[in-house]
C-alpha cells in the first residue's frame, strides 16, 4: 500500500525566502530537496526529503569537486530513492546521523563530516554509496569537459590519432 503524500502550497519565491532565513544549504520541505542558491529541485518519491538532502551531502563529501553544482550530486544519488533500497538507505542514513552526534547536515565544516565518514567507511552501507557515486557521477556527459575528458575517441579514430601523441612539454 502506498503511502499518501501531503503537499504543501509553496511558490518558488517564499521557498526560498524560508530556506535562506534559516541559513540552509538544502531546503527540505513535504517530499522534496531544493537548492536555494540554485535553480534545481528533486522530489523524493520513496526516501524521506531530509534522506536524501543528506545523501546529496553525503555524495559531495565522498567525492568533492568545487567545480561540480551539486545538480550533478543529485544526479548521482537519484537512483537510491527506489522502493527496493527505502530501508537499507534509511538505516545508512540513521547511522550516519547517530555517528554525526544527531544530524549529519547540521555539522558545521566538511572536516567534521569527513571525520564521521571515516568512522563508517568500512561499512557496507558507505562502501555501497561510494561505488554506485563512481558511476553515478562520473558517467554524466555533462561533467566531463570539466576534466578536461573528452569523451570516447574510437569514433574519431582512436587516442593516438586524436592529438595522444602530441607533447609539447617534453
Same mark, same amino acid.
Given at each position: 500500500?502506498?503511502?499518501? *503524500?501531503?503537499?504543501?502550497?509553496?511558490?518558488?519565491?517564499?521557498?526560498?525566502?524560508?530556506?535562506?532565513?534559516?541559513?540552509?544549504?538544502?531546503?527540505?520541505? =513535504?517530499?522534496?530537496? =531544493?537548492?536555494?542558491? $540554485? =535553480?534545481?529541485?528533486?522530489?523524493? *518519491?520513496?526516501? *524521506?526529503?531530509p534522506t536524501l538532502a543528506k545523501l546529496i551531502q553525503l555524495a559531495r563529501d565522498i567525492y568533492p569537486h568545487d567545480k561540480i553544482s551539486d545538480e550533478y550530486y543529485v544526479l548521482a544519488v537519484k537512483g537510491y530513492d527506489a522502493e527496493d533500497k527505502v530501508k537499507t538507505i534509511e538505516a545508512g542514513i540513521a547511522d550516519l546521523d547517530k555517528r554525526a552526534g544527531g544530524d549529519y547536515l547540521k555539522l558545521g565544516w566538511e572536516e567534521q563530516r569527513v571525520a564521521v565518514l571515516r568512522q563508517m567507511?568500512?561499512? $557496507?552501507?558507505?562502501?555501497?554509496?561510494?561505488?554506485?557515486?563512481?558511476?553515478?557521477?562520473?558517467?554524466?556527459? $555533462?561533467?566531463?569537459?570539466?576534466?578536461?575528458?573528452?569523451?570516447?575517441?574510437?569514433? *574519431?579514430?582512436?587516442?593516438?590519432n586524436s592529438g595522444f601523441n602530441d607533447i609539447n612539454w617534453l
Amino acid at each position: 500500500m502506498k503511502k499518501k *503524500k501531503s503537499y504543501i502550497s509553496m511558490n518558488r519565491r517564499e521557498l526560498l525566502t524560508h530556506s535562506l532565513a534559516l541559513g540552509a544549504s538544502f531546503a527540505i520541505g =513535504a517530499g522534496f530537496v =531544493a537548492s536555494p542558491n $540554485a =535553480a534545481w529541485a528533486v522530489e523524493a *518519491k520513496f526516501l *524521506k526529503a531530509p534522506t536524501l538532502a543528506k545523501l546529496i551531502q553525503l555524495a559531495r563529501d565522498i567525492y568533492p569537486h568545487d567545480k561540480i553544482s551539486d545538480e550533478y550530486y543529485v544526479l548521482a544519488v537519484k537512483g537510491y530513492d527506489a522502493e527496493d533500497k527505502v530501508k537499507t538507505i534509511e538505516a545508512g542514513i540513521a547511522d550516519l546521523d547517530k555517528r554525526a552526534g544527531g544530524d549529519y547536515l547540521k555539522l558545521g565544516w566538511e572536516e567534521q563530516r569527513v571525520a564521521v565518514l571515516r568512522q563508517m567507511e568500512d561499512t $557496507a552501507f558507505f562502501q555501497s554509496i561510494r561505488g554506485g557515486l563512481v558511476t553515478g557521477l562520473y558517467n554524466q556527459e $555533462a561533467v566531463w569537459s570539466i576534466f578536461g575528458y573528452e569523451g570516447e575517441s574510437y569514433s *574519431k579514430g582512436g587516442y593516438i590519432n586524436s592529438g595522444f601523441n602530441d607533447i609539447n612539454w617534453l
